[in-house]
């Protein structure tokens, strides 16, 4: 087995990815193991967000590390909550209390116009410094609904509608929404790259 560090304090996205990993023999441990410290994502993209994270989960374990920098983004709200949705209601972050905002700055916004996607922005790095970091993007397109559904998953799962399942993404079984969901598909491509690494 080979340790990975993954820039997370987040237990469900740790047990999510470890499940996408484990196939490869990659271990991931949690940054909170070598630290406590939660660096600021301070920058304007997913992308940047991750390399952010991994390179610091990097440099405080010395191992490598993986980061996944996701969130929502709402046609009808111009692309928010974004890169912002883990905190989009304030700080500390707040599944029930972002998913009420959410709800409320679509309050009267007709089904048609409820169009949403999750983003999964992947970053992987050999060291703190890798000057040529693993960076992989995934896209999972649905709906945002005007009431919660299902007990599974975390964040705005609830409210996502995955339209050619007529369920949320907290209605699917945990296997299922790993091989539809945008961080299913982002490691896919993440893996893809690292088989083809020289």
Do not use: C
Not at 16 to 29: C, D, F, I, N, V
Not at 69 to 82: H, I, Q, W
Not at 96 to 125: C, I
């Amino acid at each position: 087995m080979n340790d990975l560090v993954l820039a997370s304090h987040n237990a469900k996205k740790l047990k999510e990815l470890q499940t996408l990993l484990a196939p490869l023999g990659y271990r991931l441990r949690p940054v909170s193991e070598f630290s406590p410290e939660v660096p600021e994502e301070t920058a304007p993209s997913f992308i940047e967000n991750a390399l952010l994270k991994a390179r610091h989960a990097a440099r405080v374990s010395g191992l490598p590390a993986i980061a996944d920098d996701s969130g929502l983004e709402v046609e009808a709200l111009r692309g928010a909550p974004g890169v912002y949705s883990a905190r989009y209601a304030g700080e500390p972050s707040d599944d029930a209390a972002n998913n009420a905002k959410l709800l409320q700055a679509l309050a009267g916004v007709p089904a048609a116009r409820r169009g949403a996607r999750f983003v999964s922005a992947l970053a992987l790095l050999r060291h703190a410094d890798d000057p040529t970091p693993v960076i992989a993007l995934g896209y999972w397109p649905g709906q945002i609904l005007d009431a919660t559904r299902g007990a599974n998953g975390f964040g705005y799962d609830p409210l996502f509608l995955v339209p050619s399942l007529g369920k949320t993404s907290a209605e699917l079984t945990p296997g299922l929404k790993n091989r539809i969901s945008h961080r299913g598909r982002a490691m896919r491509a993440l893996l893809k790259q690292l088989r083809e690494r020289p």
